[in-house]
């Protein structure tokens, strides 16, 4: 089976439709797929519900998609470093699904798992809980929380070898892994890509059978969120 396009846009021929759900990884702005978000804006497709961590920032990661009006829904735990975002969702022009990090990422593991919902304590007693289903078990209260399974999954990884093996490098681990397993269809792009073989077997990460696409998306310019400096200390 071929996995290997040419670029982001030819990778996501024919999957890209008005008012689907995607699922994107990343973590702040590491470890996002710039590429394939970039090629989705360049689409024009509409309507977007996306599950991410974040919304990247402004003018970058998914606040590409944000400027240009096509995510009508986002279901993220940290948005505060977007004033766009934080601008449609006070004038009302974007629906926001707030979301503990750690819920959200067992949300998309239980979907790619075949996991409809599961209780946690987590978030109960909070605005999180509102309008949710209630259970005790051994005496304490658990809210349910539904799984995620989205229409595409779009992700980023360190390495790959050109069967889709991938291998994720730190923090980009986070979100990318479960994420890959969300949806109906994979696409990923990578850094580098290698002959099978290559990758220890026991630094595999994501197993080939759920990339279904893959492109080589280098070189990266890896942007910074925050710059921190101090004055050089003089003798």
Same mark, same amino acid.
């Given at each position: 089976?071929?996995?290997?396009y040419?670029?982001?846009?030819?990778?996501l021929?024919?999957?890209?439709?008005?008012?689907?759900?995607i699922?994107?990884?990343?973590?702040?702005?590491?470890?996002?797929p710039?590429?394939?978000?970039?090629?989705?804006?360049?689409?024009?497709?509409?309507?977007?519900?996306?599950? =991410?961590?974040?919304?990247?920032?402004?003018?970058?990661?998914?606040?590409?998609?944000l400027?240009?009006?096509?995510?009508?829904k986002?279901? =993220?735990?940290?948005?505060?470093?977007?004033?766009?975002?934080?601008?449609?969702?006070?004038?009302?022009?974007?629906?926001?699904?707030?979301?503990?990090?750690?819920?959200?990422?067992?949300?998309?593991?239980?979907?790619?798992?075949?996991?409809?919902?599961?209780?946690?304590?987590?978030?109960?007693?909070?605005?999180?809980?509102?309008?949710?289903?209630?259970?005790?078990?051994?005496?304490?209260?658990?809210?349910?929380?539904?799984?995620?399974?989205?229409?595409l999954?779009?992700?980023?990884?360190?390495?790959?070898?050109?069967?889709?093996?991938?291998?994720?490098?730190?923090?980009?681990?986070?979100?990318?892994?479960?994420?890959?397993?969300?949806g109906?269809?994979?696409?990923?792009?990578v850094?580098?890509?290698?002959?099978?073989?290559?990758?220890?077997?026991?630094?595999?990460?994501?197993?080939?059978?759920?990339?279904?696409?893959?492109?080589?998306?280098?070189?990266?310019?890896?942007?910074?969120?925050f710059?921190?400096?101090?004055?050089?200390?003089?003798?």
């Open positions: 089976m071929k996995k290997i040419p670029d982001a846009a030819a990778a021929d024919g999957l890209l439709f008005d008012g689907m759900t699922c994107a990884g990343g973590f702040g702005l590491s470890g996002i710039e590429r394939l978000i970039d090629a989705i804006r360049d689409s024009g497709v509409k309507d977007l519900t996306i599950a =991410s961590n974040n919304a990247g920032i402004d003018g970058e990661g998914l606040g590409k998609l400027r240009t009006r096509q995510v009508k986002m279901i =993220s735990s940290y948005v505060g470093e977007n004033k766009e975002f934080e601008r449609q969702f006070l004038a009302g022009e974007l629906e926001v699904e707030f979301c503990p990090q750690g819920t959200l990422a067992e949300r998309c593991r239980a979907g790619g798992a075949g996991i409809p919902g599961f209780y946690t304590k987590t978030g109960v007693g909070t605005q999180v809980a509102e309008g949710k289903e209630h259970k005790e078990f051994d005496g304490e209260t658990y809210i349910m929380e539904r799984g995620i399974f989205a229409d999954c779009i992700i980023k990884g360190w390495r790959a070898d050109t069967a889709g093996n991938l291998q994720f490098r730190k923090t980009a681990r986070n979100f990318n892994q479960p994420m890959a397993t969300a109906k269809i994979c696409v990923a792009e850094e580098e890509i290698v002959e099978p073989g290559q990758i220890d077997p026991d630094a595999i990460h994501l197993p080939s059978i759920y990339v279904k696409r893959m492109i080589n998306g280098s070189p990266y310019d890896k942007k910074i969120e710059v921190t400096t101090r004055e050089r200390e003089t003798a």
